[in-house]
Structures are given as structure tokens and as C-alpha cells.
């Protein structure tokens, strides 16, 4: 085990990992019974990564990280054999799965409204977001798909995350799904009457 921590390590998971948590944390509470669980899954993958031999292996950060997640909570379930079973709230979970049909509609909406934000983001940082945060691609993908460098991905990306959360901020939510009908009400008088 190394005593100090190494500081390259620290600066790669600052550069690899940080960027998800918020993710990531999100994932883990919905997989843990409690958030501090969560919390704590997610203390011990920072220690696996700060301990780990090397990471000069990952090409994956977050399919790294998403598989040391998934590798502590099996420890933890063989680690804590013993089930514990609460039939009734078992009942009330199997009855409750599917989500409500205002749920789903206000979803849908919801995916609308970001997809019409994303919509309006410049020409390169909207292909850059597109790739990274919607179809999941690696930066070094969309680098070679889009032919720019990865430090121009890199930047897109950031770019694209603080436009839209400018764009959240001075809008807000009530504002911008009146200015989404008001476009879609000047995009059908641009229609051509057949």
C-alpha cells in the first residue's frame, strides 16, 4: 500500500472523476438503501482509485468507475448474507413501480424543454454536446468524429454545460416552456401551405 498519496493521481481523478460524481452519486442512491450508503460506496471508490496500482490501463473513466461501483456493492451483498425482508414494504414497492401518467407526461416535457435548450447552443459546441452527453460517446470518439482535437471537445463540452445553465438560469422554468410554445407557434406559421 503506498503511504502518500500520489499527486498525479489526485490531478487524473480531478480531471476523470469529478466531472461525473454528481452522476454517479445519483446512481449510487438509487441503487444503495440509504444516501449515507451511498456516500460511503462512493468514499470507498476514491480510496480503490488513489490505491490502485495505475490507472494508465483506463480509456473508460466512467465505465472505470462505474465498474468499481458495481464490483463494492456485490462485496457488500456477499459481505452482508443475511437478507432482511419487510413484506410490507415489499408489497407496496411491487404495486408502485410504474411511474404515473402526470409523472411520465411532466418527464416528457421536461426532456423537451432541454432538448430545445440544447437546440439553441451554437453550431460545433451543439454537435460536441450532442455526442458527449446525449449518445454518450468518449471524448476521444467524438474528437475523431467531429475531426477536432480533444482539448476543442473538452472545451465544447464546458462551454455547452455553462450556456445551458445560463440559459436555466435567466429563463427558468415557467418562462421557458411558454417561450417553447411561442417558437412553436412561429414554426408552424413558417410552414408552407401545401
Known sequence: MQSTIDQDRVAWVSAHVIPFEAEMRARLRRLCR????????MQDIYFRLLQAE??????????????IAKNLIIDRARRDA???????????????????PERVAMARAELKWVLGLIGELPDRCRQVFRARRIYGMSQNETAQCLRVTENVVEKETMRGLKLLSDMIA??????????????????ADKKPYV
Open 34 to 41: 440509504n444516501p449515507a450508503e451511498a456516500d460511503d460506496l
Open 54 to 67: 495505475s490507472v494508465e490501463h483506463v480509456r473508460e473513466p466512467r465505465a472505470f468507475v462505474m465498474q
Open 82 to 100: 443475511v437478507v432482511h425482508i419487510d413484506p410490507a414494504a415489499a408489497i407496496e414497492h411491487i404495486a408502485d413501480v410504474d411511474p404515473s
Open 170 to 187: 435567466r429563463v427558468g422554468v415557467d418562462q421557458a416552456e411558454q417561450l417553447q410554445q411561442t417558437r412553436q407557434g412561429a414554426a
